[in-house]
């Protein structure tokens, strides 16, 4: 061979593996971002505490009093179909079905500066700029789009405390930067409590927010260096005080180089884009006209530190020490590929697709809360130093605790160790002395019922995660389920159900707290703490109490022990229940799903209701009040777009039926998944739905969190090696794939038939192969035997 | 001798030794309370963070945009004559003549809680209580009043960072304790940005207070300890936020243990004050009814810290270990006696007595502003740590650079030392590159003119203070100098002068500019920096091109060189001056008064200037509009009450007439000064009034800080004796003291004749003895030799 083909074969080899080993190529980022999935495209590194995106539109949450319904599709201040970009802020939730952040917006522009955004249909009277999407891309930890308005390519990509931004301008432009810190998400007048600019120098500003929000008392504070200096500069307090005291020295100054305010903007302004050039004799002689040259793109690095001002610098410090961009966009893909490169697969382009962007957006949040040095601001609003772990904030915990959290002890061990330990050290800061509900930026925000970080607690004990100390583990949920002011929480305990006429939610709040029960129950026996156990144990039957046998359902009850009247078992609202109707919660009783049956009068019983469940119409009016259900999610009244139903597929395995989980959860796979901006038919919830696919996609799923088993389902991808940390692999091979062949026939475990409906934690950590054997029938022999199916609280008990 | 008479001689020569050693006697906390002094009484140690003291009003600053000048009056909190007390607020200025603080309100009660303040024409709708004077006393470190609403006995006392509270209520009393976080003085609505309490456990509580008023940006941390367990509390959030998220589902419960928001107010009831009493068989049997009994007073102990409330509590648990009030009361009046001690005196009882409330006065502020373990808020609102020397705050400099600072000198060089260190920490902490002009608790409330820090740090150079680099002083003076932002300092660099039609006070800041300028100078030559030091020796004579010919006053001057028309030489306001005229401020140049009388054609001239200045009618209408003079405070032109003729008085020893100096000077100090409520006639402007009467007292006073002379007066004490830090003494000796003998025949220094008109602060550190010989009749000879006279820069270069 010559040497050029053996280069050229080199070559085609080296192309090839490089291929396998990108799988960011198969993740979309505009997933999820038209409509409801509330994802957003910017470009942010796994679980970063920076996800800095553009945000198109600037909608107030209240105005003049009044919620303004239409806030809740710019949840991450992003929608696919808009036509302005209003600028990049440095902090999006992934998914959320409320929200907060938005922080420190920036738009590149020229011209004669203009401090308030406009509004898309007059985009010109503000500072926001037009742009065409044909010119917007983004792949994992990068976002690129041109700014009509202004002739700026803007480029934009992170590390975990910092976003860089690149802007490239035309030839001459006067480049300025603008900076907004009362444009935020949910944004309202107000939600501003105080902020600030300092000049540090000519390259350096920083500054903070103080809001009040959906975190009561969140403060950020920000380090912005620019790649050249500031040669103009105004700061700006549109809300001047009614006191200004001696600062009106300053009052016809901006140019001065601090300010502190309830609305502040502020411009910087740069050399203009075009190097100087030199004409040589002979061009000066023809009166040649040079041709404009572009000087090199602003550039631009914004840290982010929830501690102090100093503790954004040095995160700007440690995390980007250079100004290379293509370097910062080069390891932020190749974090991403660290991590999607943990599982492998062999699959159609369509799942590989949603696959990969599904473990995208499942490894977002939470985020690394903490500077560089390990100072993070806890929920006392006072600086601590992580002691042996790192600390983590954005806890959904409503949503997660479901399959993100457990997707994350097979895939992030040590990060569910670290999640854990700033669980708890979030209990040891709380003065109600509980463990996080929805833990926003050293915040609660008591967001949805239940306490379900003794889910994800008892689970990460359960599955011998490291670094947890049991015993502060079982205190922490111990104080949070016996506090008596938090959500009826004191009712329940006395009466074992929150009556109907005590409080919103009853019969949800009733049942997950039967759950979290059942959950801190397990720990409980681990530490032999058996007292603690024997009330846990009684705490986890209060589903019972919700029970009403007349109509089969759970159902609201009266102080008086009444069942409520004209009771409306559609309802997902105002009928006890929050986010699901009754034949929904009627299912959630995941640690004692066989005690569900029994109540209801047995196996056939629970199978019937399941089949109903999949099948009966549910008029639309009866989810319209419930902002993030579309009918795209809606199966019967099976709702996949929100999350109480996402054990339910999974539920027929109990009841001895596992062709009907691999059926039904084909078909949400095939129907409800796409790596397109409408591909997510609810919000993502903080990845809760990407993990729901991604289990799914791999055939498995955690019913019970709190429990070491994850429950067959019908994988579709044809081969899986999940790499894990302790250097082991768990391989799944499907024999047979094909869309029709949707029905498990036979199941091996490392080469031996595997009878079982579910398999264990501890059989993927030691690493093995699981091999389906596929068909386009039922085998309706599968996991008959009374063993095969998974265990249930009574089954243990 | 029996036994019992020696002890009881024994006891005497104590007792004896006591009161001579107990300085605290002879203070009134109560001086400056009245009228325009604006002294609190409470309890501080000296340059304490704390000062503890009752509030007797509530007027807002600002209110429906309208100023309300009556506010003026409260901007210690107190008015004497006021006949209710609001509470007791945690720190205070000393005799300022703009306010702020206020912090953290408490006021124990009983009953239903009120949560506002009520008015003082009917303090029964609210939660302040009326009181009786004769109740109430103060003594350095301590008050006390009897609450009558409440008939609760309140006694203060504080430590450094802390104020210990301790309340007797009457028995069976159902004791409660209110705090407000709204409450403030010059306060408005909306200066409380955001505040926050929170309940630690049943006896901490802790919180913070962001305002936004003369400090710009302040926050306030606090730990508050109770003496008891908290049985029972509410925390009220009276301005609840538009958006009230997920918190609304504590909406209807007040007990919850965190609150934040803008107008925060607390109640905390503890148990009844009266111990159970178990009555005796016979008591039953007889039916006798138990004599109620007064359980313990309840105490309280607030920590304060700028760092943050972790701050606090360290501050609380270091430096109130324990409850003992007794105990804090006793340290606390000890830390005054050692301050007091240093200046020993025989004089009248009046005297005495306004000479130890003076150095009170004196010795209150700057106050130390870190907490203990050296953590502190810089200007840069970042937490540093202090290394080599303790952080300061509270610089009222265009103040207490001309008598306070200079006392300090002598008196506190270790403070001064930390005090200057202090400010170069600003300098480098201010994004103007500033020294400080008023620092305020990590802020610049640019209050006043001039950049006088530059006098103070050049005083304590020149005086050899240690532990001041002077490289590093010269550098922060210099840039303070040359920054163009600044007060029309920028223009004043380019033409020399002010004009009058480019900004207010045009006069005023020529003439102060020039002086500071001339103070750098002299650090510049002793940093032999020639460059620097020549054009700063330009800038010090720029007081020239404000000297008219034809008024033989400084006069405004135009852009165009041209003089102001309509010139009133008796405006304080309006007429390029501020608070001071024409009259008054053509006598600022400290720095060269030689120069001054040469300008105004001879020592006769200047001297008839001063003759006119303490003898011409001031008309009323003439400084009715300057809210601190008073007319108890004016001598013909001349006005004590406020500072810019302080040195005025001491200048005819710059002419020759030292006489005229020693009648002036004995005439203010006694009808000026009384240790009376009502005995300041001005602002004791953190204790420059204070510091004045102590050096005329002692008979010298630094009319030029930034040389090493102090001016000979007239002492009105027979004896003093100054300790000074290095163990050595300067004694002060007065033959002939009396009423009438006010005129200095002859001056020995350590047994020689003095004949010079002024000492230097080598010979008082030195130790020794000065000696004046007293007359009833002036001594026309002394001082007449040319080098008698003070220096001046003319006579220096």
Redesign the interface.
Known sequence: MRKTTILYLLFIAVANCFAQNDPTQYVNPFTGTQDMGHTFPGATVPFGMVQLSPDTDTIL??KN?EYNKDVYRYCAGYQYEDSTIVGFSHTHFNGTGHSDLGDFLIIPFKGEPKLNPGTSAQPEKGYRSRYSKNTESASPGYYAVVLDDYKVKAELTATTHVGVHQYTFEPGARRKILLDLFHGIYN?D??V??S?I???NDTLITGYR?T???A??RKLFFAMSFSEKIMDYRLVNQKP???K???R??DK?E????C?GKKLKAWFQFKPAIKPIHLSPKDLRTGKEPPPRIGPPLKVKVAISAV???GAIKNLQQETPHWNFEAYKEDAREKWNQELRKISITATEKVKSNFYTAMYHAFMSPVVYEDVDGQYRGL????HQSEGFTNYTIFSLWDTFRALHPLLTIMQPQRTSDMVNSMLAHQQQS??DMLPI?SHYSNE???MTGYHAASVISDAIVKNIPGIDIDTALHAMKHTAWYP?Y?QNQIYRIRGYVPYDDGPYSVTKTLEYSYDDWAIFQVAQLAKQEKLARALRVRADNYKNMFDQETGLMRPKMHDKTWVKDFDPLATHGMGFIEGNAYTYSLFVPHDIMGLAFLKGGDEALANHLDTLFTMPLPEEKYADTEDITSAGIIGNYIHGNEPGHHVPYMYNYVGRPWKTEHIVRRINKEMYRATPDGLCGNDDCGQMSAWYIFSALGFYPVTPGTNQYVLGSPNIEKAKINLKNGKTFEIEVKNQSPANIYVQKVLLNGKEWPKLFITHQMIIEGGKLTFFMSDRPNKNRGQQYGDRPYSLSAMH
């Open positions: 949450f209240y009093g309202y107000g939600k409590v105080w600030s300092r000049l540090e103080q009040q929000g959906w009561r008392d005080e009614a006191y005291g001696f600062w020295k300053f100054i140019r001065i180089p601090e502190s102090s001002a100093n006392d609003q006072r600086i003065v109600h929805w925000n008591w967001c002011k959500d």
